[in-house]
């Protein structure tokens, strides 16, 4: 089995991130929160989870090395032009996290609950795991 099928593989329903296709972002593979999903959109908002986080992930067969980095988008408003908002971008080996109720329970997202199983991932496939 491929690197790509063994990260694929780590989609389910029960997580609140998913690992697609990276051709638009010209990488491999990209993991990012199911914001999308109108099973996870709610608690994501809820939990004010109000910034686009994507890990880009490129995979190096030759050298079995997964090359990871942490992209972030977020519009605040702008301090010089009240009513305005600029985008701001944020990337390489980021932590970031999230506390809240949702639909009567707790959650605690963090950016670790993307990057662990992907780290696990690799390293059961003897692969090694490269942020930034």
């Excluded at 959650?107 to 003897?126: R, V």
């Amino acid at each position: 089995m491929t690197m790509r099928d063994r990260l694929l593989q780590l989609n389910s329903p029960t997580r609140p991130w998913s690992i697609r296709d990276g051709g638009p972002e010209d990488v491999d593979l990209v993991a990012e929160w199911k914001s999308d999903d109108p099973d996870w959109r709610q608690v994501l908002e809820d939990l004010a989870v109000a910034l686009t986080f994507q890990t880009h992930l490129r995979l190096d067969t030759e050298q079995r090395l997964l090359h990871a980095v942490d992209h972030v988008v977020e519009w605040r408003p702008d301090p010089e032009a009240p009513g305005q908002w600029v985008e701001c971008h944020d990337r390489g080996d980021l932590q970031l996290f999230w506390s809240g109720n949702s639909n009567c329970m707790h959650y605690l997202l963090t950016t670790d609950d993307i990057k662990i199983p992907i780290q696990q991932c690799a390293a059961d496939a003897g692969w090694t795991y490269q942020a930034g």
